[in-house]
């Protein structure tokens, strides 16, 4: 009796999963790439041109560097941050910082007021853009610096940076945001002019290069990303176990099903069985029209935890299956 009390108890847990509420700032800022992502792809840039999250190594590839946006055109590449920051924004005196000035109401309708210190943001965007094209050139993609492009993209109109940071053209202020995405418009009369006009001559990267850069850009790692149950994500790396292994060459999703229905879950503990997770390893570009292509399918036990580190921790985390929607994994 008392073990089937037990399976009860499990069942409930089970169909009932703790719900992970996403961050409003961070989902606003998700949001704001996905919307800059859809813009570029609606000019014609094509998805297998567009890397995120690229973790690109330093020169003694002891540290990666995180980009978030990476495009490749035949005009060069761009290496972009997109910002949907409110506030008024200044330098630091010593230049090596962007203040961050927020107003924020309470719950009481208090407004609260406070800086927030960020490291500057293009400083740091090109030292990174510099250490992707050091990247490209130890895997034999040699590019001048000239064809590297660094922007800021600012995304919100209740945004205030002062004229020294407002005038440089690497920052991208949401009055200049439309005109920015008609550089990236694709054109047949574009496309015909690259194939007649050598690239030495127009200053465009050729389709070889451009092949070449692209398949190094494949190869660079991401972060992995866990999302929960209520649709927060969290961002690192995952710890393969020893139920689950999967080959990252093979494998980009981990797909966890869940028995979520009150009324199964209870009847399945009633007949004597404990609640269990299925896990499906997605094909790497096996994504079909109705099916994903998929390397197997294991069962682990619904509390079993999954060895997480996420960016910037010292220490794992242990995940619980239960809460997990799926796990992203990277290259």
């Known amino acids: 009796m008392f073990n089937v009390r037990n ?3 499990q069942a409930e847990h089970v169909s ?6 996403e961050e409003a700032h961070v989902q606003v800022g998700r949001d704001a790439e996905k919307s800059f992502l859809s813009a570029l792809e609606k000019r014609g840039v094509n998805k297998g041109d567009v890397f995120c ?35 008024a924004i200044r330098v630091s005196n010593d230049g090596k910082s962007w203040i961050q000035h927020k107003n924020d109401k309470s719950s ?9 210190k960020h490291d500057n943001v293009l400083d740091k965007l090109k030292l990174r853009a510099n250490l992707l094209r050091n990247h490209l050139i130890r895997k034999d993609v040699c590019l001048p610096s000239k064809v590297f492009h660094s922007y800021v993209v600012f995304m919100n109109d ?4 002062p004229d020294d940071i407002a005038s440089l053209k690497e920052v991208i202020l949401p009055e200049r945001y439309n005109q920015f995405l008609e550089s990236f418009q694709f054109t047949y009369l574009s496309t015909l002019r690259d194939a007649i006009i050598p690239g030495f001559v127009s200053g465009q990267l050729s389709y070889s290069t ?23 994500q969290l961002v690192g790396d995952f710890k393969s176990g020893s139920q689950i292994a999967p080959n990252r060459r093979e494998t980009e999703k ?3 099903v869940h028995q ?30 109705l099916w994903n292509a998929s390397n197997g399918t294991i069962n682990i036990p619904y509390n079993m935890s999954i060895t997480f580190r996420m960016a910037g921790d010292e220490m794992d985390s242990q995940i619980p299956a239960n809460d997990i929607d799926y796990i992203q994994i990277s290259i």
């Open 7 to 9: 399976r009860l108890v």
């Open 16 to 21: 009932s999963p703790k719900v992970h509420s």
């Open 53 to 87: 999250g690229l973790r690109v190594p330093d020169e003694f590839q002891t540290r990666k560097h995180e980009i978030d946006l990476v495009v490749l055109t035949g005009n060069g590449i761009y290496v972009i941050e997109v910002k949907n920051w409110s506030g």
């Open 108 to 116: 009481g309708h208090a407004t609260i007021e406070y800086d927030l």
């Open 158 to 161: 209740r945004v205030s940076l």
């Open 210 to 232: 451009m092949e070449c850069a692209r398949t190094v850009l494949k190869s660079i790692g991401t972060w992995d990303v866990i999302q929960l149950n209520g649709g927060k």
């Open 254 to 256: 981990l797909q966890f």
């Open 260 to 289: 979520r229905n009150t009324i199964t879950a209870t009847l399945w503990a009633i007949l004597g069985y404990t609640p269990q997770v299925s896990v499906s390893m997605l094909q790497r570009g096996g994504t079909g029209w």
